[in-house]
């Protein structure tokens, strides 16, 4: 790790000739042709150089090259929101006629996407429980184009072998690889390692890891990065210079928190594992974690997410929540300061209650961020509220 820290850390967008120690913004619409040629070869593409902040920008090609570094990915591209990148990833490579499979257990606007929107454009999936490894072939279509997944899954932190997927792949090498990466961070899981063709991410949470700005990546082979080019320059889901730059200057200490959010989620785990008021535990480095050993095998850590059940219900849910000192109640996470969510009523809530149960979030279901305040002050938070709720 050592030498790839040194690289996101050193790679920086080339110093002007105001030989600036840190990285300016760049706040400009487009860019200065020095002659008419020079526009019409770069326009052209027989020139490199930029034209307008919607198609690149300085700072955004700083934070892609970054997380590409992270990745060990060929090029990418940056977004306004993380679920720009993820609809983008479709939009981008779909057509009339396609077909997805995938993973059952995806944040509530994916599946919103997959339920709601394309069908419309002709767009069908399939569903599949992602731990059983005989469903995805079984699923696979003739006009099957993408097969994604989320690992560790939101909320219910179900993992998908990465491994097996990309075996898969090898029956069906036109099938394209999505992933959803953005639990785990580039920090703690490479897919495209593993043959993956395109890795996404909600910037927002942990690359930002301070609940500012809004952004997504996505990150993977050349060839499709150059397809989702043209889908993304003619309509503009661009990530702003701004948070380009706050999100570069971010990802330079994303491993240095990881490391912290993974071993405060851990010991928080462990204490809730044994409290009396609690009905289930999951975190992936957990033994008691029904895929304990793949998360050791494709993860280096655990992440910062724990997901629990308080006994009571939904009610006893609301009350726990309420009687929270320090930690927080929103429906973000990847923060620095730790965020509880009630997905059931939240990030969850446009699903049908069969769809909850089955996802594993039930109606005293918790999600928790791990932030980076001490792990003590964390867990003494959590105590006191269910006790409080008793």
């Not at 890795?199 to 990065?225: E, W």
């Not at 033994?287 to 059940?309: C, D, N």
């Not at 918790?366 to 003590?376: A, K, M, P, Y």
Request: charged share 25%; with cysteine; hydrophobic share 40%.
């Amino acid at each position: 790790m050592k030498e790839e820290q040194s690289k996101i850390i050193r790679q920086q967008a080339e110093r002007s000739s105001k030989r600036e120690h840190s990285v300016p913004l760049y706040l400009t619409s487009s860019f200065i042709f020095d002659s008419a040629e020079q526009g019409r070869a770069i326009f052209a593409e027989e020139e490199e150089g930029m034209v307008y902040s919607r198609y690149a920008n300085p700072n955004t090609s700083e934070f892609i090259e970054k997380v590409c570094i992270l990745e060990n990915a060929e090029d990418g591209l940056a977004f306004s929101s993380g679920m720009a990148a993820v609809f983008a990833s479709f939009a981008g490579l779909l057509s009339n006629g396609d077909h997805i499979v995938s993973s059952r257990a995806i944040f509530g606007s994916t599946h919103q996407l997959f339920t709601q929107l394309f069908p419309r454009w002709g767009i069908t999936h399939t569903y599949v429980d992602a731990i059983n490894p005989e469903e995805w072939e079984k699923a696979i279509q003739p006009n099957t184009k993408i097969l994604f997944l989320e690992s560790p899954s939101n909320p219910g932190l179900e993992l998908v072998d990465l491994e097996f997927l990309a075996k898969l792949k090898e029956k069906f090498p036109d099938l394209i690889l999505v992933i959803d990466n953005c639990f785990a961070t580039p920090y703690l899981q490479k897919p495209l390692n593993y043959g993956f063709d395109l890795s996404i991410h909600s910037a927002t949470k942990y690359m930002d890891g301070q609940g500012r700005v809004l952004g997504g990546v996505i990150v993977g082979k050349q060839t499709l990065i150059d397809k989702l080019m043209f889908f993304i320059r003619h309509t503009g889901p661009a990530m702003s210079a701004f948070n380009a730059w706050i999100l570069s200057k971010s990802i330079d200490t994303l491993g240095l928190r990881m490391d912290r959010h993974c071993s405060n989620a851990l010991a928080l785990a462990e204490a809730l594992e044994k409290h009396t008021e609690i009905a289930d535990v999951k975190y992936p480095f957990l033994p008691s974690h029904p895929q304990y050993e793949l998360a050791k095998k494709q993860m280096k850590a655990g992440g910062g997410i724990v997901t629990f059940e308080v006994k009571g219900g939904k009610e006893r849910a609301f009350e726990f929540l309420d009687a929270l000192q320090m930690i927080l109640y929103t429906s973000n996470l990847g923060d620095e300061r730790s965020i509880a969510t009630h997905p059931g009523s939240t990030t969850h809530s446009k699903l049908s209650e069969e769809e909850r149960i089955n996802l594993g979030i039930n109606p005293g279901t918790i999600r928790l961020s791990v932030g980076l305040e001490d792990q003590n002050d964390i867990i003494n938070d959590i105590l006191q509220a269910l006790e409080s709720s008793k």
